[in-house]
C-alpha cells in the first residue's frame, strides 16, 4: 500500500497531539507537573517517529525537505509545517521545564540563564498551555484540509472531520490514561469512541452509496475498527471502576487496540479513494 507512510503519520500525529492537548488542559489544574512532563516528552518521541515514516512517502527521505516550498498553497505542506511547528513549541516548552528546576541544567551556563528569564515572564505556563492546545486543534484541522478535496467523493464528507478529531480524543485518551492521568484521559477516550461507532453504519451507508463495490470491499477493515474499540472500550471502563486497583497492563492493552483500530479505520479511509470520472 503506497498510503502506508501517510496512514502511521497521520495516526501518530493524532496520537501525539492528542497527548499533548490532554497535558495542555490538565495545567490548568494537575498539581503534579513532573507527570505532565513525562508524557509530553513520549509524546515528542512518537512525533518523531511520524515525521520519520511520513519522509518515505515521497520515495526518498530527503525529498521531504521539498515541503517546505509549499507552505501556504499546499494542504499537504500546511500540515507537515504545522506538525513541526507544534513538536517545536512542546519540545521548547520541555526545555523550559526542565531548567526551571533548581537542580537541573547547571553545567549549561548561558542557556539555563537564558530559561530562567523566560521563565519569569508573567503567566508563561498559561500562554504556553494556550498555544499548544491551538496547536493541536489547528493541526488535526491541517490534515482535514489536505483531504477534503472536492474531487475525492468519499474523502470530502463531514465524516472526514468526524474521522480526525475522534482519532485525536481516542488515540491520546487511551495513552493518557495508560500513563496516569485516569480521569481526563478516560473521559476523553470515551467520547471519541462513541462518537467513531455512532458514525460506523451511517458512514459506512454513504460510502455504499458513492462507491458501492470498492466499500463493500473494505467491510473487513470495518469490523476489524468497531470490534477492537469496543474491546478497548470495556477494558479501560472496567479498569476505571477498580479505582484501588487500576492495572497498568489493561490500560496497555487498551491501548494496543485503541492504536490497531485506528489503524484499521485509516487505511479504510485511504482504500476508499475514487475519483468520479
Not at 137 to 152: A, D, G, R
Not at 159 to 164: A, P, R
Not at 267 to 277: G, K, Q, R, T
Request: include cysteine; aromatic fraction near 14%.
Amino acid at each position: 500500500m503506497h498510503e502506508l507512510p501517510l496512514v502511521f503519520f497521520t495516526v501518530f500525529g493524532q496520537l501525539a497531539a492528542g497527548m499533548v492537548l490532554i497535558t495542555a488542559l490538565c495545567t490548568f489544574c494537575y498539581p503534579q507537573r513532573s507527570q505532565l512532563e513525562k508524557i509530553n516528552w513520549i509524546a515528542l518521541v512518537v512525533m518523531a517517529i511520524g515525521m520519520f515514516l511520513a519522509s518515505f512517502h515521497l520515495g526518498k527521505p530527503l525529498r521531504a525537505l521539498n515541503v517546505i516550498f509549499g507552505i501556504g498553497r499546499s494542504p499537504m505542506s500546511n500540515e507537515i509545517f504545522t506538525f513541526g511547528l507544534l513538536f517545536g513549541v512542546t519540545f521548547a516548552a520541555q526545555l523550559l521545564a526542565y531548567f526551571n528546576q533548581p537542580n537541573q541544567g547547571a553545567r549549561f551556563g548561558w542557556i539555563k540563564r537564558l530559561a530562567i528569564k523566560i521563565n519569569q515572564i508573567p503567566h508563561l505556563s498559561v500562554i504556553i498551555s494556550i498555544t499548544l492546545i491551538l496547536l493541536t486543534l489547528f493541526f488535526v484541522w491541517t490534515i482535514v484540509l489536505t483531504y477534503m478535496l472536492p474531487t475525492v467523493k468519499t474523502w470530502d464528507t463531514p465524516f472526514t472531520i468526524i474521522e480526525m478529531y475522534s482519532a485525536m480524543f481516542i488515540l491520546g485518551g487511551a495513552a493518557t490514561a495508560m500513563l496516569g492521568l485516569y480521569r481526563i484521559g478516560t473521559w476523553l477516550f470515551l467520547i471519541g469512541a462513541a462518537v467513531t461507532l455512532i458514525v460506523r453504519i451511517p458512514y459506512f451507508n454513504l460510502m455504499r452509496s458513492l462507491a458501492p463495490e470498492l466499500a463493500n470491499a473494505q467491510c473487513g477493515w470495518v469490523v476489524a475498527q468497531s470490534l477492537l474499540l469496543i474491546l478497548a472500550t470495556i477494558l479501560i471502563i472496567f479498569n476505571g471502576c477498580c479505582r484501588q486497583k487500576r492495572s497498568t497492563s489493561l490500560y496497555l492493552i487498551a491501548f494496543f487496540c485503541t492504536l490497531v483500530s485506528t489503524l484499521c479505520g485509516r487505511i479504510l479511509f485511504y482504500n476508499l479513494w475514487i475519483i468520479p470520472m
